[in-house]
């Protein structure tokens, strides 16, 4: 993933000199995240927005998205609009954006284009940058010879035309000669603190900017837990896949900081205020941070827990497996007051603290909540033989007993809920139902 480069910059009114790090200046805060079209938002790039977002909000400044879509033939199509999609699902949605505008559009950088051209200009106008004519096949050579044969902290550029008479200039471009501009870089500035790497001396190059500034971001892989490189190919680590297996966006948030730095303690279950809260750039180190997915369950659970005893969340819950259910069993469901705010809400209640996922509850294991049993009097009998017997008990005291077992168990089995709780979800009405079929094979 990316690290952000934490420094302040200049206000929009402000003539603020710039320099390759941070200016001194304690204006607005403004950071961007800036992905690339080119696949869907995954774990990596929502770390990356999310500690930019969070440094956006504890010092009340502004997070932009701004899409780097000027490859454009490796575009994805709704690609760009996906990334926006899962930054408001996740709860981190930009300040300025592609889709929400804001006072330095357009965000869509193939737009920006001319912007970057009379910039360019500007520079080789002001002196601050120069033509540069070399060949990509010089380039290449040169690279071989001085990064490879000699050192990489020799590996830069040779500056050969960086002195080339103005007039030379003008005949290789009147030739056609392709060309790119280079910075003209500076030796012997005077080094700067970086908040997260400390002191830096880098040749730069000096110019003026006019108008609000962005931050960007600067890089540490996000490992496994094995300490390989986190990858889109491994596996499906891409947002949209967490959001249909139903995980929360705040157990994307918390489970991405917790194997990171930047706060003064390191716990499980903090969403996204208390991270805010929490969050100290003075703690940030340049390890590579490693997360182990196979904790995400147990994130999982603990946030949904969480959700299901907030009242409000609860019911998004309630929406969110109403619609699971009817997708599932379509054509099973026999009552449909198994689709009831309040038998859902019974259900999740009991089930709080044991089930890692809403999925959970529409697999085969809990479908008897939502779909009566069919069975033959010949499967009963080879269960056992006083299922007549145990049905008429059951219907003599089933109100009396399931009114002592409406709250969840705290010592139930692992793998499943009790009889007593399968019972409790149902209620007595369908108790009573089922049993009464049961007397009737």
Do not use: A
């Given at each position: 993933m990316w690290w952000l480069r934490f420094c302040r910059v200049g206000k929009s009114t402000l003539d603020t000199v710039v320099r390759r790090g941070c200016s001194t200046d304690q204006g607005e805060v403004r950071v961007r995240f800036a992905p690339s079209p080119t696949g869907f938002l995954h774990l990596g790039g929502l770390r990356t927005a999310l500690y930019n977002y969070i440094f956006a909000k504890k010092y009340g400044g502004v997070f932009i998205?701004?899409?780097?879509?000027?490859?454009?033939?490796?575009?994805?199509?709704g690609a760009a609009e996906s990334i926006e999609d899962m930054l408001e699902w996740t709860g981190i949605p930009p300040d300025e954006s592609p889709r929400r505008g804001g006072p330095v559009g357009p965000y869509l950088q193939s737009h920006r284009l001319e912007l970057y051209r009379r910039t360019a200009q500007q520079l080789v106008e002001g002196g601050h940058a120069y033509y540069c004519f070399c060949s990509l096949q010089r380039l290449e050579l040169l690279k071989k010879e001085i990064c490879y044969m000699w050192s990489m902290t020799l590996c830069r550029y040779d500056n050969r035309c960086r002195h080339l008479h103005p007039d030379q200039v003008q005949e290789k471009m009147a030739k056609g000669e392709a060309h790119v501009i280079r910075f003209r870089l500076k030796e012997g500035v005077e080094p700067f603190e970086d908040m997260i790497f400390g002191w830096n001396r880098h040749d730069v190059a000096q110019v003026r900017l006019v108008g609000p500034s962005e931050l960007t971001a600067l890089g540490?892989?996000?490992?496994?837990?094995?300490?390989n490189k986190l990858s889109k190919r491994q596996?499906?680590?891409?947002?949209h896949s967490f959001q249909k297996d139903t995980i929360l966006p705040d157990t994307?948030?918390?489970i991405t900081t917790h194997c990171g730095s930047g706060f003064n303690s390191n716990r499980i279950g903090r969403r996204l205020d208390e991270l805010i809260s929490e969050f100290n750039p003075s703690n940030i180190t340049t390890h590579s941070a490693l997360i182990d997915l196979e904790k995400l369950p147990e994130f999982n659970r603990i946030h949904l827990l969480r959700c299901i005893e907030d009242t409000d969340q609860c019911m998004?819950?309630?929406?969110?497996l109403q619609e699971r259910i009817r997708q599932t069993f379509t054509t099973e469901i026999q009552n449909e007051d198994v689709l009831n705010q309040d038998y859902i809400r019974r259900v999740l209640h009991l089930r709080k603290g044991h089930i890692s996922s809403l999925k959970e509850l529409v697999s085969p294991n809990y479908s008897y909540l939502w779909v009566r049993p069919?069975?033959?009097?010949q499967q009963v009998a080879a269960i056992t033989a006083e299922a007549q017997h145990i049905a008429t008990a059951v219907l003599k005291y089933v109100g009396t007993f399931l009114a002592s077992c409406t709250q969840p168990c705290s010592s139930l089995p692992p793998h499943g809920p009790s009889v007593a709780e399968m019972m409790a979800s149902l209620g007595p009405a369908e108790v009573s139902h089922?049993?009464?079929?049961l007397l009737q094979l």
């Open positions: 998205l701004r899409l780097e879509d000027t490859d454009q033939s490796r575009l994805v199509p540490t892989p996000l490992l496994n837990k094995d300490g596996g499906d680590i891409f947002i994307l948030l918390d998004l819950l309630i929406k969110d069919s069975v033959t009097s089922r049993f009464q079929k």
